[in-house]
């Protein structure tokens, strides 16, 4: 558990666990997240890698930032991080806004990215999510976290999970209220105005590394659909379709989802 300083001077923070002689592999958070949101895959994964965590900035324990930036920022916070840590190649795990990261890594840094999972992952900001985009912003700009739950969170999660899972969401919504003050809120703030012009689909034919895409048959923030343009583009991709989940499917279906992406990386390295 330790920060490292980037390139322009941020303050980034990381987590190592498992042995450092197994493969790397290091997974990008979604927008809403941050390191302790993969505290129940450590055992699993560790089983068999190198596991790498990271906070982008303005994420967990990174650094807060003043000024507005860009979404490829990031990518080259992830380089940074790979060569403090003397990797020349990782196998890149990304979520959602994570995901749009590991593409934008995948297509500038080739070298560095030795097989890529995007799960629930968009490569074109559309019409619909960016409306949705600037419905969780005026959510942001209440400043209250129960009320941010209530106006964002349904979209994130699945009708079955809801259904299956409300007293659990409600505590979550308890933890939302008591934890999340108005540094957290502009951070996410920033972050989620990073990309308006995100779209790289007419670059997705530059990724040739093995690449797994993640979907769920319920995720309305980026449905099958946006996931299969990417598979049309990305030569010899896999695209598994985890059933019965939302966005959320890492949380929803996190057996799956763990098994799916060990046994890929596991095949192709």
Known sequence: MSLFKTTDGTQIYFEEHGNEKDLPLLILNGIMMSTPSWASFISGFTKHFRLILMDFRDQGRSERKDLQYHISVHKSDVVDLLDHLKIAQ????????????????????????????LANTPARISPYLAELGEAWKEAAELFDGERFFKLAIPFIYSDYFYNQ?????????????????????????????????????????????????????????????????????VRNSEFLIIKDAGHGAFLEKSEEFMTAIIGFVLKNC
Not at 99 to 108: K, M, T
Not at 167 to 193: C, D, H, P, V
Not at 215 to 224: K, L, S
Request: hydrophobic share 45%.
């Open 165 to 233: 899972n409300l007293a659990w969401l409600k505590e979550r919504q308890k933890m939302f209220k008591s934890t999340l003050n108005r540094e957290w809120f502009e951070g996410f703030i920033r972050l989620i105005s990073s990309n308006p012009d995100f779209n790289v689909l007419d670059e997705l034919d530059e990724i040739q590394c093995p690449t797994l895409l993640l979907g769920a048959d319920r995720d309305i923030i980026t449905p099958i659909e946006e996931m299969k343009m990417i598979h049309e583009r």
């Open 90 to 117: 990782a196998n890149i795990v990304g979520l959602s806004y994570g995901g749009q990261v590991a593409e934008l890594l995948a297509i500038a840094n080739p070298d560095r990215v030795k097989s890529l999972v």
